[in-house]
């Protein structure tokens, strides 16, 4: 089983779908893969994607909490009472986000870090939007154990085989 690590660039779309833009095409790898979740097309990040596609449900469902970092970048000004809200749970219209772990990111005023373990569509950007922000730029910092680190825009790299243990100790 292979595991990529994909910095996914703003406009590339995750699906396996023939479309222009779609991820598969974007990373060329030489075996069918699979995208362990989804990052709309907008944001940017790490994406994981493999080979064996009987793992993607134990990642991405809500029921087993795993942990999911972002860097968010916002159109205001930070108040307290948003970083709050956001933390206790917000009614975006068909649901209601389970509690969340988030913070300012010091020295900046409009940008925050916030560890989800849900992953409802498009969820942070209908977060903000829901108490009166826009969204603009949000980069997926960290799947579980598995780290954007140093990696660059529309670069990828194979897990390493301890990443990969960890990752699948987790998901037992």
């Known amino acids: 089983m292979i595991i990529i ?3 996914k660039p703003a406009g590339i779309i995750c699906t396996t779908e023939k479309v ?9 790898y030489p075996d069918k893969l699979y995208p362990i979740g989804r990052l709309d097309k907008d944001s ?5 994607l493999t080979t064996e ?6 990642i991405i469902h809500p029921d087993f909490e795993h942990e ?6 916002l159109n205001l000004p930070l ?14 219209g068909d649901a209601i986000t389970m509690p969340c772990k988030i913070k300012a990111e010091p020295g900046t005023k409009r940008v925050f870090r916030i560890i989800l373990k849900q992953g409802l569509n498009r969820q942070i ?3 903000c939007s829901t108490l009166d922000y826009q969204v603009i730029e949000l980069k997926r910092l960290r799947i579980m154990n598995i780290e954007l680190g140093k990696l660059k ?13 960890e990752l699948l100790k987790q998901l037992a």
């Open 79 to 92: 108040r307290n009472q948003f970083l709050k809200q956001m933390a206790d749970g917000v009614n975006i």
């Open 53 to 58: 596609g009987s793992i993607i449900n134990k």
């Open 5 to 7: 690590a994909y910095h």
């Open 44 to 48: 940017k990040g790490l994406i994981l």
């Open 20 to 28: 222009e833009g779609n991820i598969i095409d974007a990373i060329r």
């Open 125 to 127: 950007r209908r977060m």
């Open 153 to 165: 825009e529309g670069e990828w790299r194979v897990l390493t085989e301890s990443e990969k243990q």
């Open 68 to 73: 999911k970092e972002y860097l968010v970048t």
